[in-house]
């Protein structure tokens, strides 16, 4: 069964600051990685996935991930940080062929300070 | 723009009673999940519907059932409510397989007391 780690619970950063959060996965074969962004008091929203192609992955609101096979990871990235990137991310992995079934990661909530 | 929408954004129950979550989605998407979102645990899948009438469990499904009886709405019945069943749940919706995008709702918190 597939799973996937998220260490990083609480993240804060400086608006302006560049940001990357922590994504590693276990799974047997190549997976589908999504990236899901859940902005206070509202459900989730998707960020960015990848499934297969090329591995820098681009994304809404200015966001980038990288799937590294290698580090089994799928890092988020953003250069620069606004006051409204405030939010909860999830990482969530699928397997290949099934129904589109996923699984979270536990979260990282980052917080922007001025 | 594509629409899931959550019969209600918090709700309070007593325990044992029986208690309905409804969801709808616009969007003549084919799965329909129903999640639970706590903190510290991230979201855990209680079930999913592929098709009208068709349901599968997901990680935890004790306590709860649901209901697809049409391909727009489905339903999380907890039967008996119980504290531990305290927690936000949120419905999503999505076409085709995995690679697809899941839609979600704002959520409904539940307070069972």
């Known amino acids: 069964a597939q799973s996937v780690t998220q260490p990083d619970i609480h993240i804060t950063v400086s608006e302006g600051a560049s940001l990357e959060l922590r994504c590693n996965y276990s799974?047997?074969?190549?997976?589908?990685l999504f990236w899901y962004v859940q902005s206070p008091g509202q459900g989730l929203q998707l960020l960015l996935k990848y499934f297969s192609g090329d591995t820098l992955v681009q994304g809404i609101k200015g966001f980038e991930a990288e799937f590294k096979r290698s580090q089994s990871s799928f890092n988020l990235r953003k250069p620069s940080v606004h006051w409204s990137d405030a939010a909860e991310y999830f990482c969530?992995?699928?397997?290949?062929?099934?129904?589109?079934?996923?699984?979270f990661g536990t979260g990282t909530k980052l917080q922007v300070i001025p | 723009d594509v629409k899931v929408t959550q019969s209600s954004r918090y709700l309070v129950k007593r325990t044992g009673e029986k208690v309905f979550l409804e969801c709808v989605q616009d969007m003549d998407h084919e799965n329909m999940f129903w999640y639970r979102q706590d903190p510290g645990l991230g979201l855990r899948l209680i079930y999913f519907s592929y098709d009208v009438k068709m349901k599968e469990k997901g990680d935890i499904p004790e306590g709860y059932s649901v209901s697809r009886e049409k391909k727009e709405r489905f339903s999380l019945i907890l039967e008996s409510a119980s504290t531990n069943q305290t927690s936000m749940y949120l419905c999503a919706s999505g076409r085709g397989q995995v690679k697809e995008t899941q839609y979600f709702g704002p959520g409904t918190r539940l307070l069972v007391l």
């Open positions: 969530a992995v699928g397997a290949a062929g099934g129904y589109q079934k996923v699984t």
């Open positions: 799974y047997g074969a190549t997976p589908y």
